[in-house]
């Protein structure tokens, strides 16, 4: 049955047993993953842990979309890796801090609307390469604790566990959905393993996840500018990274519920959990697409289903610890390795003889970026400088000029496509400034005037114009461009013609 509840969910109707179901599932899925994020970083599982709590309760109730799921993540841990080493935890605690004030910063200048500059080719990259990282961090399960693959018995009984849980989670949703298929399966997976002494590897493997409330901590470091030249650079890599991590996932479940989530409001969340996450022993994180995934795959849509996995893991830790380390591993790979299956844009593959190659090439470079240098903050943005380039070059070759000479004797360009940067050289070169008669007239009806280069490129035609005696007139501007113009009047000497078009009066500049 469904209710409404303002308090989670502001437009939504909220059904409780779907929330909650996934949010127990989210929460399962959660250990191994802080887990396995606090030891690649170098710190306590508990680290981790306290992250993934912190980050989702906060997001999730204040945050800016719905169901979206934060915890600690990979792309975080990577970039603390470094810091770890060379200063110790209590820098990373304040590095985190710092991050949650830049990600605040971000969302009250309204930062998050950049994320439209985001190209399509770039965020099927960006999900494609996160995908086949999820699928190739499952790999690790397949290894033994010295680090050797496993072989004979251990991989049979590993590998058929891992294709039961992704059976059940395939075929489940055609028969019933009265519960979640991904829980479903860990249950089934952990009956199984129980009630057969089945010896197979568990969360508890990995590490012990027993532990008490986060503990609120300030790091005691010193507060000068020597601190703050070595946590800064990590810290706005780490904030940089969470924004773009958790706005790109925030569109992709934007698509699938086909709702809209506000990125801003996402960005001060995002900011405050990393605060708290940092007072309260937590390595810091952001939004993670593998977990919301499952959640919304699960059908959960409201706030609730996040508030319950947080605090869920939070249980695990403190009373349930005993429990869920004996959960088998093999559930929880088949269930990430279904998520990376359902994360990849398969439909982008069809794309390759029908889009433009320069898309196709951004695409395969963002998902390579993603995959080999795990850093998914600079995937992004090579994505983005090269979908721009390739922008920029192809309106360079659009501008054209239309010439005439009138019954008074006076040249005509009519210029069509936009001047800027990298137009600015084609433009010069249409004009036959020698051979023109004393009047000329620039007609931008079908042109705009967009930076400083352009700008430039009309006083360069003017002053060759001028030295041979010759009057430029610049017709039909429209308003933003005659005051980029009269902004400009210092170093551009021309003559603005009367426009009816845009009922601007006559302005000589001169």
Known sequence: MKYSLALFDFKQQVNY??????????????????????????????????????MGLVTSIIGGRPGMISGATGAVAVVLVTLVKSHGIEYIYAT?????????????????????????????????GLAIIIFMAQLDQFKNASGHWLTGGQLYIFLGLVLLTMLIIWRLPKITKLLPASLAAILVIFSLVTFFHIDTKTVGDLASIKGGFPPFHIPPISLNWQTLLIVLPYASIVAGVGLIESLLTLNIVDEMTETRGRGNKEAIAQGIAN?????????????????SLINVSNGARA??????????????????????????????????IMVSIGTFEWASLRTFNKMPKSDIFVMVIVTLVTIFLHNLALAVAIGVII????????????????????????????IYGPLFFASATAFNEKFDILNDPNEVIIDFAESRVVDMSAIEALNKITERYHKLGKTVHLRHLSPDCRLLLQNAQ?????????????????????
């Open 17 to 54: 047993k779907t929330e909650i179901l996934s949010g127990l599932t989210v929460a399962l899925a959660l250990v191994p993953e802080a887990v396995a994020f606090a030891l690649i970083a170098g710190l306590s599982p508990l680290t981790g842990l306290y992250a993934a709590f912190m």
């Open 96 to 128: 985190v801090i710092l991050a949650g004030l830049i990600q605040i910063g971000a969302g009250l200048f309204k930062l998050g609307k950049l994320i439209r500059l985001v190209p399509h080719p770039v965020i099927f990259g960006f999900v494609n």
């Open 275 to 291: 605060i708290l996450s940092g007072l309260f022993s937590g390595m810091g994180g952001c939004a993670m697409i593998g977990q």
């Open 303 to 336: 706030r609730l289903s996040g508030i319950f996995a947080s605090i869920m893991l939070l249980i695990f830790v403190m009373f349930g610890s005993a429990l869920i380390e004996k959960v088998p591993m093999a559930a929880l790979t088949g269930l990430m």
């Open 387 to 414: 979908s721009a380039l390739v922008f920029s070059w192809d309106n360079a070759k659009r501008i054209r000029a239309r010439k005439f000479t009138d019954e008074n004797g006076v040249k005509h360009y009519q």
């Open 490 to 510: 210092a170093i551009i000497d021309v003559n603005i013609l009367e426009d009816p078009t845009y009922k601007v009066l006559a302005d000589e500049l001169s």
